[in-house]
């Protein structure tokens, strides 16, 4: 995997038009963003190309509008919060052909230094097929592109990937470089020891993750409902616990994988155990303790127990770079989430790198009040996970390389 692009630091953009397709997809209720980290976390990139003369012209998807306008996933919103955030209008083109019209002739006014806001890219039908009109109606206000959107790297649409074959300089922004330098040296180059930590429910999402991580870090540990697989594989009682007997052969080979490779593959020691799923989820639970060679047929594990937590965060302790994704329990409950808080909590303590590759882990760490004491919390869910499958993310590999 080559990581080495070219960046929104090695280009000048002066004068230049220039597309940045960035990840405002934020949640909306009402017409009004409830979370607009996502806009902050574009604004260094957007501010890099102001301030370098450039014309910008921002572009996203939100939501699933499926290929045709939807009034409440317009951007909209985003513009008009988006100047608040930058101190300087950033104008909005009202085409629900994304490239109409209002952006042509908006592009056509700009001076340098000047911001515009495209409609959702997913208005149009080609977006997600990566359909080759959609690319040249956004290659054609351009000059130069810049990806910004790692959320999306994962996935090969106009907005990423199709555009970037049609212009000179296809470059990444400040966001995307560092989740290139984080998750992706953490995984092709890591700083030894390695320890990489896999919770969440289900095994089958994280296959090639096991098997790859496997291969490249020196501790793996296996928490979250996904662990009881492993440890009916190993032969314990399990319970109500959640499994997927599909994949219990598969956990029994990746068990003798890392025999074999001379690999620490962890697995919980104890549980948190309650006899009924919480309904609604944070309800109270009575929650009693059980080692993993004696849970009760009648009860379901639903968290790492204190002696699985204290033997997690020993293993991190030594750690000189840690990869962590997926809770360690049903962490949306207070009394279900010791598990995952330990972790966060160990990895909060540590020198290591720490990198939380997105999802439900990042929602976590910082839930919880540990984001800052992190060293990179992963933008992209699915994206990080491919990157720690050891895939070429379309996105990424679109990039111009340096």
């Known amino acids: 995997m080559s990581l080495n692009k070219v960046s929104v630091d090695d280009i000048n953009v002066k004068g230049k038009r220039v597309l940045c397709r960035c990840d405002f997809n934020v949640p909306l209720k009402e017409g009004n963003i409830t979370d607009e980290n996502r806009l902050v976390a574009a604004l260094p990139t957007i501010k890099k190309l102001i301030a370098d003369g450039g014309k910008v012209i921002l572009c996203s998807h939100l939501g699933k509008p499926k290929g045709e306008p939807k009034p409440e996933l317009s951007l909209a919103p985003v513009a008009k919060r988006l ?7 950033v104008k ?13 002739a908006a592009v056509e006014a700009m001076k340098d230094g000047e911001v515009i806001l495209l409609e959702n890219t997913r208005y149009r039908a080609e977006e997600t097929k990566n359909g080759e009109a959609f690319s040249k ?3 054609s206000l351009c000059d130069v592109f810049v990806n910004d959107a790692f959320g999306t790297a994962h996935r090969a649409h106009c907005s990423n990937v199709g555009v970037s074959e049609l212009v000179d300089t296809a470059a990444v922004g400040y966001l995307m470089q560092k989740e290139i330098d984080f998750l992706g040296n953490a995984v092709e ?10 919770g969440g429910a289900k095994v089958a999402d994280k296959l090639n993750v096991i098997s790859n991580l496997l291969e490249k870090c020196d501790t793996l540990i296996i928490g979250g409902g996904m662990a009881y ?42 549980s948190a155990t309650i006899t009924e799923f919480p309904n609604p989820i944070d309800a109270p639970v009575d929650v009693e303790m059980y080692d993993s060679d004696s849970m009760p047929a009648d009860r379901e594990g639903c968290d790492i127990g204190p002696k699985t937590a204290a033997m997690f965060a020993d293993a991190v302790k030594s750690a000189k770079t840690v990869v962590w994704n997926g809770p360690m329990g049903v962490f949306e409950n207070p009394t279900l989430a010791e598990g995952t808080i330990a972790v966060a909590k160990a990895l909060a303590e540590t020198d290591a790198t720490t990198i939380i590759g997105g999802g439900d882990s990042a929602a976590a760490v910082n839930q919880l009040g540990f984001g800052d004491k992190m060293s990179h919390i992963s933008t992209g869910g699915g994206a990080s996970l491919e990157f720690l499958e050891g895939k070429e993310l379309p996105g990424v590999a679109a990039a111009t390389n340096k």
């Open 83 to 89: 100047s608040e955030l930058l101190g300087q209008e």
């Open 137 to 139: 109606d956004l290659a």
């Open 229 to 270: 697989t492993f440890l009916k594989a190993q032969g314990h009682e399990i319970g109500k616990s959640l499994v997927d007997d599909t994949k219990v052969e598969y956990c029994k080979e990746m068990l003798e994988k890392a025999e074999k490779l001379g690999k620490k593959l962890l697995l919980p020691v104890d």
């Open 189 to 198: 180059n890591p700083v030894r020891p390695f320890v990489a930590i896999l």
């Open 92 to 104: 909005f083109a009202a085409d629900p052909e994304v490239v109409g019209p209002n952006a042509k």
